[in-house]
């Protein structure tokens, strides 16, 4: 099992940043892909970006040039830097990481973006 915890979610005014962090817990040995995904009020979750172990980003074209996945793997810790946010950001931000095939999730962490 996998466990995810989350934070750095919180209330920021328009044009602000963030830092979001999850860190994996238990058996963290072959964890894959991390990253995030977010789900506004009536609206189905979405990609938000991702990383392999080795490195490699996707993004979805809504946050380019704004936010920053990363990852320190010896930390277990995904990082997602949201730079110039804006009000259609507010959602709840979940972790997720991939090990063998399935995917854990964290419960979420709320981001709050007033115009």
């Known amino acids: 099992q996998v466990q995810l915890v989350e934070s750095g979610g919180g209330l920021v005014q328009a044009g602000g940043s963030l830092r979001l962090a999850c860190t994996a817990s238990?058996?963290?040995?072959?964890?894959?892909?991390m990253g995030w995904y977010r789900q506004a009020p009536g609206k189905q979750r979405e990609l938000v970006a991702t990383?392999?172990?080795?490195?490699?980003?996707n993004s979805a074209d809504s946050v380019k040039g704004r936010f920053t996945i990363s990852r320190d793997n010896a930390k277990n810790t995904v990082y997602l830097q949201m730079n110039s946010l804006n009000p259609e950001d507010t959602a709840v931000y979940y972790c997720?990481?991939?090990?063998?095939?399935?995917?854990?999730w964290g419960q979420g962490t709320q981001v709050t973006v007033s115009s």
């Open positions: 990383i392999t172990s080795g490195g490699t980003t």
């Open positions: 997720y990481a991939a090990r063998f095939g399935y995917a854990y």
């Open positions: 238990g058996i963290t040995f072959n964890i894959g892909a």
